[in-house]
């Protein structure tokens, strides 16, 4: 069945520094990809998506492209601050289907040290 | 705000107890979802609803049961609870099913003693 597969947490990193998070998929079809923040004590929110290959999903300085020869949608931004800190998670939907749902990858926590 | 709302925010009930958890969607949206949300299970998708019918199914126990009502608000019933059912569970919304955003709500956080 299809999978979303991303870098396990947690990840520090300093003010500034530059940040990626790794995101595999596995999809029978032609899946649209999501990244997902969730803040403490928050639900999720939608950060960005991209619904064909080699389409670039950016919001708020990330960015993501759809990467169908390497199955991947990695999360990536230039200088992180501490206010980025949160779960992020992959996820992908098959629109295809009547019966979509959203598979998630298990979140990677990011904390931004000061 | 993401124009989803659920009650209660908190629920702690004990072992063999039912509950019903309620979810409202973002106004104009069709479809419903359900997520349980923990720490070693990590989020699994549960059902969607759209329009009133049964969608899609997850990960969801025989124990647990949902609808969705005319009003399209979404009741998610979880009967003869266990002390593993402790989690956070999220409703979700979109316009309709597929490749559609879904907009989260903010919780019901279920804790079984």
């Known amino acids: 069945g299809d999978s979303v597969t991303q870098m396990e947490g947690p990840v520090t990193l300093s003010e500034e520094a530059f940040l990626t998070i790794n995101c595999t998929y596995t999809?029978?079809?032609?899946?649209?990809l999501f990244w997902y923040v969730q803040y403490p004590g928050e639900g999720l929110q939608l950060l960005l998506k991209?619904?064909?290959?080699?389409d670039k999903g950016s919001n708020k300085g990330f960015e993501a492209t759809y990467r169908k020869e390497t199955t991947s949608f990695h999360l990536e931004k230039g200088s992180v601050q501490v206010s980025d800190s949160a779960v992020y998670f992959c996820a992908l939907s098959d629109g295809g289907s009547s019966a979509s749902k959203i598979i998630f990858g298990s979140g990677t926590r990011l904390s931004i040290r000061p | 705000d993401s124009g989803v709302t659920q009650t209660p925010k908190h629920l702690i009930t004990a072992t063999g107890q039912r509950v019903t958890l309620r979810c409202s969607p973002r106004?104009?949206?069709?479809?419903v979802y359900w997520y349980q949300q923990s720490l070693d299970q990590g989020l699994q998708f549960l059902i969607q609803y759209y329009n009133g019918e049964e969608r899609a199914k997850g990960n969801i126990l025989e124990r647990f049961s949902a609808q969705q009502f005319p009003d399209l608000h979404s009741e998610l019933n979880l009967s003869s609870l266990e002390l593993g059912d402790s989690a956070l569970y999220f409703c979700?919304?979109?316009?309709?099913?597929?490749?559609?955003?879904?907009?989260f709500g903010p919780g019901t956080r279920l804790t079984v003693l």
């Open positions: 979700a919304s979109s316009v309709a099913w597929g490749a559609h955003e879904q907009f």
């Open positions: 991209a619904t064909k290959a080699d």
């Open positions: 106004s104009g949206d069709l479809s």
């Open positions: 999809a029978t079809g032609y899946p649209s």
